[in-house]
């Protein structure tokens, strides 16, 4: 069967010198440092995989640090640099490209030109940019321009603006705050209902939807209680969950995929794999158990390819 790749990231030498030029200390914002990675590395990956194409994405620390026209001019370097990757590899690798929020207008312009004029299949989000969350109507404008090119929309957390210091969950990012930062953006984007809003917009949840499988019970009743004391407009969050797609990079076994699947449907789950975050050795063995556990064998040509091309072809 033909593998997908919906989570992977080109940490170029590019990518690490946007950093600098940025100010962005990598270390601080992220927990640990960027990993090496180049297009050779990853198809060699990808082989040994046995994973047929990748959609990659930049991932983070999110290229913003409070000047509109660096990020944008950081977001247009890194999307050229990514575009030509593919050309190069044609038959291996897409993108999402990244863009430069919270400037919705240079977000706008710089999605315009990566889906229009270099190829990309979409653009990749962050969960907050400069602590504005997905969901925000400050983005309509850039959610209206995704949802005319129908564009495919991979999520990606951030840290929060606010996090404590002197706590474990707030140190390393990928132990809580990434989880919960992807949760959070997620449900603003329910309570707004961006999901139906804007039906034409393919999204891509990380990390086996993060804390959503346990809290859409909960988000389901309590917005139902405040909608009835006229404190949030009644919504339907079934339906807007229901729009989502949810890659299985991380730790998908032996609790996570079960959780997701006991609130999203089958159709709606895709292969991630993280590299190169997750080293290759970690993700080889995940994958092999993965493919040799028969309580999968029933799905996982959907999750691998049947979902994947749905998805990447807005079926």
Not at 182 to 197: D, E, G, I, W, Y
Request: glycine residues 6%; aromatic residues 10%.
């Amino acid at each position: 069967m033909t593998v997908y790749d919906f989570h992977a990231h080109p940490v170029t030498d590019t990518f690490h010198k946007v950093m600098d030029d940025l100010d962005i200390d990598v270390i601080r914002d992220d927990g640990f440092p960027l990993p090496k990675w180049t297009a050779e590395d990853h198809l060699l990956f990808m082989n040994e995989a046995g994973i047929d194409r990748t959609i990659l994405s930049i991932p983070a620390p999110h290229i913003f640090n409070g000047d509109p026209e660096k990020a944008g001019k950081a977001a247009r370097v890194l999307n050229e640099e990514t575009a030509e990757i593919c050309r190069k590899y044609p038959d291996r690798f897409s993108f999402a490209a990244g863009i430069p929020l919270p400037d919705t207008e240079g977000a706008v312009k710089e999605a315009v030109y990566a889906i229009d004029h270099l190829g990309a299949v979409g653009v990749k989000v962050p969960t907050n940019a400069y602590g504005i969350y997905l969901g925000d109507k400050f983005f309509d404008p850039l959610m209206e321009v995704l949802n005319e090119r129908k564009a495919l929309v991979i999520i990606h957390p951030c840290r929060a603006a606010e996090r404590p210091e002197n706590c474990i969950t707030g140190t390393v990012a990928a132990i809580y705050e990434y989880p919960a930062d992807t949760t959070r953006a997620v449900l603003n984007m329910m309570s707004r209902q961006v999901l139906t809003r804007y039906p034409e917009i393919r999204w891509v949840v990380p990390h086996c939807g993060s804390f959503l499988p346990y809290m859409l019970q909960r988000f389901t009743g309590v917005s139902g209680i405040l909608a009835g004391m006229g404190m949030m407009e009644q919504i339907d969050a079934r339906a807007e969950f229901d729009k989502l797609y949810f890659d299985i990079a991380g730790d998908p076994e032996p609790v996570g995929l079960n959780m997701l699947r006991m609130t999203a449907d089958d159709s709606h789950i895709v292969f991630g794999s993280d590299y190169p975050h997750s080293p290759a050795k970690v993700i080889l063995a995940k994958k092999k158990h993965f493919d040799e556990n028969h309580a999968y064998d029933e799905i996982r040509s959907r999750i691998y390819t049947e979902n994947a091309e749905r998805l990447l072809n807005n079926r």
